[in-house]
């Protein structure tokens, strides 16, 4: 099978891998119809993949608006956050972001105890910015979480809210609140912050499933 030049199509059935000779055929334009076991040359090539992606990526959206620094709520959300990464495996993408008056990707967990609640909630922002770090990134399951207390700033419309969610595509979105549900679905409802770690945990394991 040195060279394939000749054929305008090729049928591998349950042969053994064959060489890089066949994926080259197929790279360069040549027609080839796998059937039985999959082949590793040619997975390299086709736009399928007869083996699923199983790595998750997670955006961890954190609210860091103002009503965020009433009591303990933020350092339970810290303490959260932190624990629930142990859930992940190794091959996991797992991100960190804030979300108030803007969204930002933080660059490790540990930048959440440098944060300063304040300003007003914008969860559209945290749909967006969510969809815009998880969108290039190479994982079979994509999915954004986000913490709130649902006080969400009024200069932000449903609309607003309405449009990013269906930007989203095939990423996931949940949103877990501990006061008002968020008009965009699923919210998972707890009764405060020293459950979100618990809440946390099963999300994740259901993304994995």
Known sequence: MDTLDAFDAVIVQD??????????????????????????????????SARPDLRVAVVLGVDASGSMNQGDKWNLVVAAVEGVKRSFEADDTVLVMTFAEEAR????????????????TRVARGIGEGRKVLGPLKAGRKHIILMTDGEVSSAE???ERVREFEKLGEIGLTIVTTNREVDVQPNLRIGDWKGLEAALEKIVAAIQD
């Open 15 to 48: 042969a053994p891998p064959p060489g890089d000779a066949l994926a080259e055929y197929a790279r360069s334009g040549g027609g080839v119809l796998l059937v039985g076991k999959p082949s590793a040359p040619l997975e390299r090539v086709s736009p399928v």
């Open 105 to 120: 990707t933080l660059a490790s967990v540990d930048e959440l105890r440098k944060v300063y609640p304040s300003g007003g």
């Open 157 to 159: 419309t449903k609309e």
